[in-house]
């Protein structure tokens, strides 16, 4: 595999923004339903189906058209693409990859990630999406997955947005580093990556 620090990072909230909550107060301004109630309903009832890939991603749509009659499905779809933006740490992943081995681990879809990660693809060693793989942050399989895919010799940073998602990693012996929307934590991988 090299020497390389392997360097572990989140999708959404570190390279792109995250669906929530932009996603759903465009639906509920869209199909005038209450943002409280589109929330509430995915946290409770489509949350870990959805990440985990026991809804496919037509599931999830068809539900929510069932369950709010008055979402436009495609105004939903396009509104979940335009809510997924890159944050700063994305134009930095050309240059990361030079020193470090780049691993993505997420709770998300992943043909929802093809187009708002296109450009960036090339600098990432592995995936590891929860769709993919049938289980989800913070549970510890998913996390197991990843760490069979990286260089056990190396020092490993794991960046993501939700310190709940941190425990596996600390009892894996990774390092942990918390980001914010608006990068302020990027110096801080710059310093280990580059002294």
Not at 128 to 141: L, M
Request: one cysteine or more; a negative charge; glycine letters at 4%.
């Amino acid at each position: 595999m090299g020497n390389k620090p392997q360097l572990v990072l989140d999708i959404a909230g570190v390279l792109i923004t995250n669906m929530s909550p932009l996603f759903w107060q465009l639906l509920s301004d869209s199909a005038s339903i209450s943002y409280e109630d589109l929330v509430s309903d995915f946290k409770v009832n489509v949350r870990e189906q959805l990440w985990t890939g026991a809804f496919t991603e037509e599931e999830f749509w068809n539900r929510l058209c069932v369950t709010f009659p008055t979402v436009n499905l495609n105004n939903a779809k396009d509104s979940l693409q335009s809510s997924l933006q890159p944050l700063p740490a994305l134009n930095h992943l050309a240059r990361w990859s030079e020193i470090a081995d780049i691993h993505l681990l997420s709770n998300h879809r992943t043909e929802w990630l093809m187009k708002p990660l296109a450009t960036v693809r090339k600098y990432i060693r592995t995936f590891t999406i929860s769709s993919d793989v049938g289980c989800c942050k913070p549970h510890r399989e998913i996390y197991d997955v990843l760490a069979n895919k990286l260089d056990a010799e190396q020092i490993v940073l794991f960046v993501d947005d939700q310190e709940k998602n941190f425990i596996p990693a600390i009892e894996l012996g990774w390092m942990t580093l918390q980001a914010d929307e608006f990068g302020t934590w990027i110096p801080q991988v710059e310093l280990l990556l580059f002294g």
